[in-house]
T-cell receptor, first 115, second 113 residues
Framework: GAVVSQHPSWVICKSGTSVKIECRSLDFQATTMFWYRQFPKQSLMLMATSNEGSKATYEQGVEKDKFLINHASLTLSTLTVTSAHPEDSSFYIC???????????FGPGTRLTVT | DQQVKQNSPSLSVQEGRISILNCDYTNSMFDYFLWYKKYPAEGPTFLISISSIKDKNEDGRFTVFLNKSAKHLSLHIVPSQPGDSAVYFCAASARAAGNKLTFGGGTRVLVKP
């Protein structure tokens, strides 16, 4: 149980384009999902908290207009990187918390490369 | 300002021996602590957690110890197996603050056969 999927697993896009990453909880409902990014050989940095039916809460320093988050249902959150630049290249990981638990369960991650 | 620190970037241990990973935190509001295992290009896998009201939690080969007064926790893996080779992240959260996780920098564990 507590499986989280992400799609795509990797994506290459050109500078200036937008790319959408999906995060799904497969066997549970999640009112809250989280989006992280990880640079090579570094830890995970929380970008934003995604709440179903309301606006996402962004961490300090994260541009909300650049990283659009939509939590349309209890099993789906999307992260759209708008007007991507090479410095947005990173590993993006989502997580979700099953109801009644405190542990976050993570998706497999999405490798974004902006050329 | 690193609120969660893993001071050992790497650890090498012989198969069958104990692996001890350490983690320190500074924020006294943290009341829930977790350990995750991560392979390259994959998401973290939840291993074990502990609430601040406890000082020990055990699950199979994994035991987490919490010393609140020292703001220190550790993960013991015994016996270590080659499949345990991965990066281990300590994470902390303040449940009243919405369960946001703050991660340590990770410790790379290598278990030698």
């Amino acid at each position: 149980g507590a499986v989280v999927s992400q799609h795509p697993s990797w994506v290459i896009c050109k500078s200036g384009t937008s790319v959408k990453i999906e995060c799904r909880s497969l066997d549970f409902q999640a009112t809250t999902m989280f989006w992280y990014r990880q640079f090579p050989k570094q830890s995970l940095m929380l970008m934003a908290t995604s709440n179903e039916g309301s606006k996402a809460t962004y961490e300090q320093g994260v541009e909300k207009d650049k990283f659009l988050i939509n939590h349309a249902s209890l099993t789906l959150s999307t992260l759209t990187v708008t007007s991507a630049h090479p410095e947005d290249s990173s590993f993006y990981i989502c997580s979700a918390i099953p109801a009644g638990l405190y542990e976050q369960y993570f998706g497999p991650g999405t490798r974004l490369t902006v050329t | 300002d690193q609120q969660v620190k893993q001071n050992s970037p790497s650890l090498s241990v012989q198969e069958g021996r104990i692996s001890i990973l350490n983690c320190d935190y500074t924020n006294s509001m943290f009341d829930y602590f977790l350990w995750y295992k991560k392979y390259p290009a994959e998401g973290p896998t939840f291993l074990i957690s502990i609430s601040s009201i406890k000082d020990k939690n055990e699950d199979g080969r994994f035991t987490v110890f919490l010393n609140k007064s020292a703001k220190h926790l550790s993960l013991h893996i015994v016996p270590s197996q080659p499949g345990d080779s991965a990066v281990y992240f300590c994470a902390a959260s303040a449940r009243a603050a919405g369960n946001k996780l703050t991660f340590g920098g990770g410790t790379r564990v290598l278990v030698k056969p």
